[in-house]
């Protein structure tokens, strides 16, 4: 009772609450813009490597027909409600095991209630990631009994087919699973519920040319801080703070030592049965945590992106849980001790929902510029291609075409904000000057400390050296707001002029001191 009460009070609050400000944003676009978001998308093409994303693409297709882009909400039904099966999920492997409710009650609400990684329970885009921890979590319940090959053997795997169709996150819950069912039931059955869906992802990781990240650069001296930092940040993203996730893990050392203890030589196959699904999630959890070091030992945030956290948290809290109840079952008085390490962090992992530079201001912005550029007159003036969003963290591919035709089909609202001569100096900046990017290496470059003021017309180029911020120049002074339009990193950045008339600022972008203004670019190597 209490656990679908917080189900149900979490799902209200992600979804009318928390989740209210969030808007597309980088890969979503990649999912609504595919063939220009009117053609029926390539299911089998590989995404961010080596992600087989057939599922989400589906659920993005089918919501953009129905509801179109304008508002988000329909988007993040489907994340919400992957994120509270998990819980659910969670829930009865946690009971399973023999668990009693009040601390698999507590447990689960430590996940379902903000939680670590809480992006994941907002962000649609997530439905993927999440979708391949919900399936797998029933493919490891339909697999967890005794007994010869059955019809819920066949149901469990194609749970497993449906996780690995949704993000290659579902291969960790594969392995997982092929753990669980070898310690309950044998190598036989290990292989039946392991081997065809890796083979499978394999196979398509082959004719699709997915890029699986497995020739990295990566040290292998690294691994073990690589791998200590992942599992602390795993119970961090339980705990919350340092004090409770040693906590959490001395609950996990102790609760093991006395289960391993107090075993008989009669127990030990009950035992190997009890531990079976929490092992092979924990086993699983580490697993996961060296293929992220091959193919994302690169990453800032290495191994504690909010996404990876969010799964490690799955798949070790079923043995945390496990081990409080072996304490409890040791010394009952213990058990609200035990209760209160576990609900203590949810009131301050509120604050896991303010993600920066990925904020409300962020969203209001993205939405304001790609609702508000369709309305300008000159919009059908230049070229189709054109991107209004110019700035970092913003590569996406959403062209002013594809948001006019969106526009002209009923699926994209336009914004209504008054149309000022500043808003119409700032698109004119968004709309009238687009970023390109060359092969090559940008040449004869020159310093400048000091703002410029170019005289231009269509077809005119500026070739960038570094970051720069542009808007129009009227009046004297700049009469619009400062677009960035960052360098092009290993490749050569031009501006292109598309619009008559443009008086442009340009000055450095940011906290730049002085940005680098171009002859043109030269071929790299």
Not at 64 to 85: D, K
Not at 124 to 147: E, K, M, P, R
Not at 206 to 235: H, K, Q
Request: net charge positive.
């Amino acid at each position: 009772m209490l656990t679908g009460l917080a189900i149900a009070v979490a799902g209200l609050l992600l979804l009318f609450h928390y989740g209210t400000y969030h808007w597309f944003r980088i890969d979503e676009w990649t999912f609504l813009t595919e063939k220009d978001g009117v053609g029926f998308p390539d299911l089998f093409a590989p995404h961010g490597g080596g992600h087989l994303v057939a599922v989400p693409r589906m659920i993005y297709f089918g919501l953009a027909r129905v509801f179109g882009i304008t508002s988000y909400r329909p988007f993040q039904v489907p994340v919400v409600v992957t994120h509270l099966a998990i819980a659910v999920l969670l829930y009865a492997v946690i009971r399973r095991t023999g668990v009693r409710p009040w601390i698999a009650f507590a447990s689960v609400a430590l996940f379902v209630l903000v939680g670590p990684g809480a992006v994941n329970s907002v962000y649609g885009f997530q439905v993927g990631f999440n979708g391949s921890i919900a399936w797998g979590l029933g493919h490891l319940l339909l697999a967890d009994h005794d007994g010869p090959p059955s019809r819920r053997d066949a149901l469990g795997l194609v749970c497993g087919l449906i996780a690995i169709a949704s993000s290659a996150v579902g291969l960790t819950l594969v392995v997982g699973v092929a753990i669980a069912v070898l310690l309950r039931r044998g190598w036989r059955m290990a292989v039946l519920h392991g081997v065809p869906l890796l083979a499978t992802y394999g196979v398509w990781a082959i004719v699709a040319g997915a890029d699986t990240g497995t020739s990295s650069g990566a040290s292998l001296r690294a691994l073990p801080e690589w791998v200590r930092n992942a599992v602390m940040g795993y119970f961090l993203g339980l705990g919350r703070f340092t004090v409770i996730a040693w906590m959490l893990a001395a609950v996990v050392v102790l609760g093991m030592v006395l289960l391993w203890r107090s075993r008989t030589p009669g127990d030990l196959q009950s035992l190997r049965v009890m531990l079976a699904a929490p092992v092979g999630l924990a086993a699983s959890a580490l697993f996961f945590t060296v293929t992220m070091f091959v193919s994302r030992w690169w990453t800032d945030a290495g191994p504690r992106a909010a996404r990876y956290v969010y799964l490690g948290a799955v798949l070790l809290l079923p043995l945390v849980a496990v081990a409080a109840e072996a304490i409890a079952e040791r010394w009952r008085q213990a058990t609200p001790v035990l209760v209160a390490i576990l609900l203590l962090p949810i009131p301050f992992n509120l604050a896991n929902f303010d993600q920066g530079v990925f904020g409300e201001r962020w969203m209001q912005q993205r939405k304001y510029v790609l609702t508000t550029a369709i309305r300008m007159p000159f919009a059908r003036d230049v070229p189709r291609d054109v991107r209004p969003m110019t700035a970092p963290l913003t590569d996406d591919p959403v062209t002013i075409g594809f948001l006019l035709d969106a526009a002209d089909r009923g699926d994209l609202k336009p914004s209504t904000v008054p149309i000022t001569q500043p808003v119409l100096d700032e698109f004119h900046v968004r709309l009238g000057v687009a970023r390109r990017v060359d092969p090559g290496r940008p040449s004869g470059c020159r310093t400048y400390r000091r703002p410029v003021v170019l005289q231009t017309k269509p077809g005119d180029e500026i070739h960038l050296g570094s970051g720069v911020a542009v808007a129009i120049f009227a009046h004297g002074r700049p009469s619009s707001r400062q677009i960035p339009f960052p360098d092009g990193g290993d490749e050569a950045a031009r501006l292109t002029v598309d619009l008559p008339g443009l008086d442009l600022w340009i000055g450095p972008m940011g906290d730049a001191k002085a940005f680098r203004l171009c002859d043109g670019a030269e071929a790299a190597g």
